[in-house]
């Protein structure tokens, strides 16, 4: 059958976003002021046409297993295909203690769900990616290269933690690839990879049988003489939310109304879990500026440049700059609030004030009461 | 399936005092609030209260209608037993007859209504915006063995020749029931909202069906015929806030009444959702030169601009400079820099160009001369056009009278 597959990892594996994920995986952290990251991947691959696609899972998935349900949201709840939650090594035959070393590892984890992918092409993104990517271009530009592999790379070489770098040639072709570097160079990887299906499977079991886990380190790295590699570059924006740092500074980016066009295009529509929160009310007493705000709020308060979530109260007296307040955060009156990052329920007491920077955001845990 | 109790939703309505807001919409799919429409209240009320079976009588244009509520899914209603039905009208063996008149709505869907062999019918109408536990009526209904009960609600008394008025016995019992009296006898009006026992209601159906002096409406005819029957008929108080948002400043005090806490039209309270469906758009914005006051604001609205005391839906741009206050705008709608807009209710994807001015002040206006100004879905007005209080545009930006 013509046409992609999608399967979206969902990893554990990074640990510099704290508290954010103490309670669930990156790929369901809420970003934007209504979305989880996994909405941008999921939108991507439906808005190029993709019909089935699955996710696999890794620790800490309650929440993102809530968040995804049926797939509805998405338009993939399907008779035939949609969305297949792919839990942890769902074909290992026995529970290991480190249950994920790489890409590879995973997906021989779920080496008979390979088999049974409908599509002749595979594509494959991390769940921690924020880009509106148009996958369908990407897949004409596949097929009219004739890679065997195509990677898609940012139009910079902007430091992640744990990114991928490709040295590409004038003609779009990668010659090398590089990580664990200390100066990134070449251009930025974005973790999304597009092969046929015959070819994901032939590598999947070459590499298992050779105990390679890692697609960088395995099959980018190792096999590039034996594969022609093609990169796609995006250059509009594109995150990685694999810090604190990042993700506070990447959300902050959304407040540049341009930034926002590209990220929010109308023609490919970002779609989130639908919430049934009312309008916001913003009250007279308000300075409300430069800020995003989510459905079900109610602005009472100061609040700059910050980013608000659906459901989240800001009382009178009570101030809020550079900051996200995820869901159902409530600010009591005149409490002062700069560089915070609240998860889901947070409350704040009367007359409290919360100083982070914009260099060192303070988070403050889920269901924390200050 | 048998179930206890099922709901009719009369949505068939043209809304002719909405005029532009309805000429290609029926009115309960008008939006309100920010991001619902009418319907959305009587269909989350049925959600709400346990009631998983609605049909839903549409005549006049109902394709936003129909393409609005679909397979139900915002509202729970995308049962695989139950859930919400279109019912228009059909053509039979007989002929083909539109509905009548709200009592032969229903008595062209008696076989609808026989799939489910309810114990209790509810009827509400398309056009109200309240919150409602309809099963606390149904358990008042049952309590006290009434054929029909009626929901009431006290209003002043100088405004009772306006409604429905019932007299009721120390019972609560109805005694009596006048339709716009020149001289109440009571200040409790009804609500438009009925329960029936099935059995009862289906006789009085089919002997008003046969009476061909009849003018077929519940209010006018059949709730006249049981009283006169002598059926136990009861008035079920209710005491919350509910509007009929029939005509054009209805609609916009509704709206106003949203914004006001003491009001009693809370949306934000979690107890009792009212379910919409909603579109994928980004959260609001409002730039670092707006002015947002004491108004509600929807997901993809963009606002640069100065909002005060207004409602905007979803997707409404307010560019920089630019001016709203006292208006209702609807999804989609744009005001270009410096246009201003006051006192103006304005339809679906309305455009309002460079330097508009559309509505006024009350108090910068002669009081003969003042009312809301309102457009219709689609309308655009050139840079610099002028659209007095009280004027009313169609969407080829042409005057329509009142």
Request: with cysteine.
């Amino acid at each position: 059958m013509k046409g992609m597959h999608g399967i979206i990892f969902s990893y554990e594996r990074r640990n510099d976003l704290g508290e954010l994920t103490e309670v669930r995986a990156p790929a369901s952290i809420p970003f934007g002021g209504r979305y989880r990251v996994i909405d941008f991947a999921l939108s991507n691959m439906v808005n190029a046409g993709i019909t089935d696609v699955g996710v696999v899972l890794h620790g800490r998935y309650q929440s993102l297993l809530d968040h995804l349900g049926t797939g509805k949201n998405w338009d993939l709840s399907r008779k035939r295909g949609g969305l297949t939650l792919l839990p942890p090594y769902a074909d290992k035959p026995k529970w290991e203690d480190n249950a994920f070393r790489g890409k590879l590892d995973a997906l021989m984890g779920i080496r008979s769900y390979l088999d049974a992918i409908r599509q002749d092409y595979v594509v494959m993104t991390d769940g921690d990616l924020v880009v509106n990517l148009p996958l369908d271009k990407m897949y004409e530009e596949h097929l009219k290269s004739g890679a065997d592999i195509s990677v898609v790379c940012a139009d910079d070489s902007f430091a992640v933690a744990d990114g991928t770098y490709f040295e590409v040639d004038q003609d779009g072709w990668v010659t090398d690839t590089l990580y664990h570097i200390h100066q990134p160079r070449g251009r930025r990887g974005l973790e999304v990879y597009l092969l046929s299906k015959e070819l994901l499977i032939r590598l999947t079991d070459e590499c298992a049988s050779h105990d390679q886990y890692s697609f960088r380190r395995d099959v980018l790295q190792a096999r590039r003489d034996q594969l022609k590699i093609h990169a796609f570059i995006w250059r509009e924006y594109a995150a990685q939310i694999r810090s604190v740092q990042e993700y506070y500074e990447r959300s902050m980016q959304l407040l540049d109304p341009a930034i926002r066009r590209e990220l929010f295009c109308p023609q490919r529509p970002v779609r989130a879990k639908s919430s049934d929160e009312a309008s916001s009310y913003i009250d007279p007493q308000t300075h409300c500026v430069n800020s995003i705000v989510g459905d079900g709020s109610c602005i009472e308060g100061t609040v700059e440049d910050s980013i608000l979530f659906p459901g989240v109260v800001v009382e009178r007296g009570a101030q809020v700059q550079g900051c996200i307040l995820m869901k159902g955060t409530v600010v009591h009156k005149n409490s002062v609030l700069h560089n915070v990052i609240s998860d889901k329920d947070v409350e704040i007491m009367d007359g409290r004030t919360l100083m982070g920077h914009a260099s060192y955001p303070l988070v403050i845990a889920k269901g924390s009461k200050i | 399936m048998k179930k206890e109790c099922i709901a009719m939703l009369l949505a068939g309505g043209q809304g002719s005092r909405l005029y532009v807001l309805t000429g290609d919409m029926a009115k309960p799919a008008v939006p309100f609030g920010g991001k619902f429409r009418i319907i959305d209240f009587p269909l989350s009320n049925c959600t709400n209260s346990g009631i998983d079976t609605v049909g839903v009588l549409t005549q006049y244009r109902p394709l936003e209608l129909n393409s609005y509520i679909g397979s139900g899914q915002p509202w729970d209603l995308d049962r695989s037993d139950g859930g919400v039905h279109i019912l228009p009208p059909y053509q039979s063996a007989t002929g083909a007859t539109w509905y009548k008149g709200t009592a032969n709505a229903i008595y062209q869907n008696i076989g609808f209504i026989d799939l489910y062999d309810p114990d209790y019918v509810v009827i509400l109408s398309g056009d109200h915006i309240y919150k409602m536990d309809y099963s606390q009526m149904v358990e008042q209904h049952k309590r006290v063995g009434a054929a029909c009960t009626i929901s009431v609600m006290e209003v002043p008394w100088a405004d009772a020749s306006r409604f429905g008025i019932m007299s009721v016995d120390e019972n609560d019992m109805i005694t009596e029931f006048a339709e716009k009296p020149k001289e109440p006898k009571s200040n409790l009006a009804s609500m438009g909202i009925y329960v029936f026992s099935w059995k009862a209601l289906r006789h009085y159906l089919e002997a008003d069906e046969a009476d061909p002096n009849s003018e077929n409406d519940f209010g006018k005819n059949v709730i006249p015929a049981m009283l006169a029957a002598g059926e136990k008929m009861a008035a079920y108080r209710f005491s919350g806030y509910w509007k009929d948002v029939g005509t054009l400043e209805s609609l916009w005090d509704a709206n106003m009444d949203m914004l006001a806490r003491d009001a009693g039209l809370d949306l934000l309270e979690p107890d009792w959702p009212i379910y919409a469906r909603t579109i994928s758009l980004p959260p609001a914005f409002l730039g670092r030169e707006a002015r947002v006051e004491h108004s509600a604001v929807s997901r993809g609205c963009d606002l640069e601009g100065t909002v005060l005391n207004s409602v905007l839906s979803p997707g409404v741009v307010v560019e920089k400079g630019a001016q709203v206050s006292y208006s209702v705008l609807m999804p989609g709608t744009v005001v270009k820099s410096g246009a201003v807009v006051r006192y103006a209710i304005l339809g679906e994807n309305c455009y309002i160009g460079e330097n508009s001015r559309v509505g006024s002040d009350p108090a910068e206006t002669d009081p003969d001369q003042w009312g809301l100004s309102v457009l219709g879905p689609g309308t655009k007005t050139e840079p610099g056009r002028v659209v007095p209080a009280k004027t009313m545009l169609d969407r080829y930006g042409k005057e329509v009278a009142r």
